[in-house]
């Protein structure tokens, strides 16, 4: 939590900062977004892996408060609904590829904090950002699918590099998450509202499974890369 507290800190200090140098803005915008999160969990020791692809979409409120030069700075908060998880590419401990599958599938809530940066038009035009902030998350559900039948080895367990089989059966035990997140996109500013495309990456700085000396994973966090469209229209404007 301090953590996130110090990110918050550094992402806000500037757009305060702009709001005593820059030219006023008074912009209420609420919008929407939809899309897809590419996900991996970073496991130590190595689970080799596929992309695990889930839904996301969200609400999110924009601020605008200052143009600053040509910048236009804003703060924006959004709730969003994402599946994370990860889909192993299953080999043998020869390395070998197997027939095995497995698919982990977790369902989060979150809040991302972030400053916005402009250029471009400001009303009716194309116009480009980046967006930058630290961002909460809460797992409230969990899911799987495996194959039918596993591959064995001589004893009887799954036949996998370092023996490491554990995670299948393995719910995940810390369901707060918190990371940073950035990002860019462009907006294209109508008289009906305001339609944009977006990248977005996610580095996730805890972990899903305790990392203790005694433990199975030393590291476990999210890396996500979001595809998205958004929309939003000004509720407010000055």
């Known amino acids: 939590m301090k953590k996130c507290l110090f990110l918050l800190a550094l992402v806000f200090l500037p757009i ?41 979409a969200g609400l999110a409120f924009r601020v605008t408060s200052e143009k600053y030069f040509k910048l236009l700075c804003a703060l924006q908060i959004e709730l969003n609904y994402t599946q ?23 369902n989060y809530l979150q809040l991302p904090f972030l400053a916005r940066l402009a250029y471009g038009k400001e009303d009716l035009g194309l116009s480009g950002y980046l967006i930058l902030g630290p961002q909460l ?58 339609y944009g495309l977006e990248a977005r990456y996610y ?15 030393e590291r476990s966090n999210h890396n996500t890369i979001m595809a998205k469209v958004t929309y939003f229209f000004d509720i407010k404007k000055k």
């Open 203 to 217: 580095l996730g700085l805890g972990n899903i499974y305790s990392n203790r000396k005694r433990d199975i994973f």
């Open 84 to 106: 994370l998880g990860w889909n192993e590419n299953v080999i043998n401990a020869n390395s070998q590829p197997l027939p095995d599958s497995y698919n982990r599938s977790i």
């Open 137 to 194: 998350g809460y797992a409230f559900s969990e899911s799987d699918s495996r194959s039918a039948s596993w591959t064995l080895n001589a004893e009887g367990l799954p036949d996998r590099p370092n023996s490491l089989f554990q995670q299948y059966d393995m719910e995940i035990e810390r369901a707060f998450d918190y990371g940073i997140t950035a990002g860019l996109g462009i907006e294209l500013a109508t008289k009906s509202g305001r």
């Open 16 to 56: 305060f900062t702009y709001a005593q140098l820059g030219e006023p803005r008074h912009v209420l915008s609420i919008g929407a977004s939809g899309g897809l999160a590419f996900n991996s969990v970073a496991f130590s020791p190595t689970i080799k892996q596929k992309k695990h692809i889930g839904p996301t």
